[in-house]
């Protein structure tokens, strides 16, 4: 796969990866520690997000934290890894050939 770039469109506050739009220096909590979230849209027009066929606009990832193991990034938005190469997707054409299935 491809990336197709992410771009960061806001700040969220997220209780597990449910999140809310916050503006920066007001009601958002610490970046990068638990509650924090960042909305993305992919950065190239033609990438489509890896979100079941939903926009390219309003997807957010959370900074999730149990207390128990490490904290990580979670979305209810994005279907599969949170990798930017898994994200936003840019290939249009199967990576192996019919041919080498044969």
């Known amino acids: 796969m491809n990336s197709g770039g992410l771009t960061v469109t806001g700040r969220a506050i997220c209780v597990g ?9 007001v009601d958002c909590g610490n970046e990068y520690e638990g509650g924090d979230g960042i909305t993305l849209e992919c950065a190239d027009a033609n990438a489509l997000p890896a979100n079941d066929g939903g926009p390219n606009t309003d997807m957010d990832i959370a900074c999730v934290c149990d207390g128990k193991t490490n904290c990580e990034w979670q ?12 994200m936003c997707v840019t290939d249009t054409k199967c990576p192996i050939t019919y041919v080498s299935l044969k």
């Open 75 to 86: 979305s209810e938005d994005f279907k599969g890894p949170i990798e930017e190469d898994c």
């Open 17 to 25: 990866t449910t999140c809310t739009t916050c503006t920066d220096g």
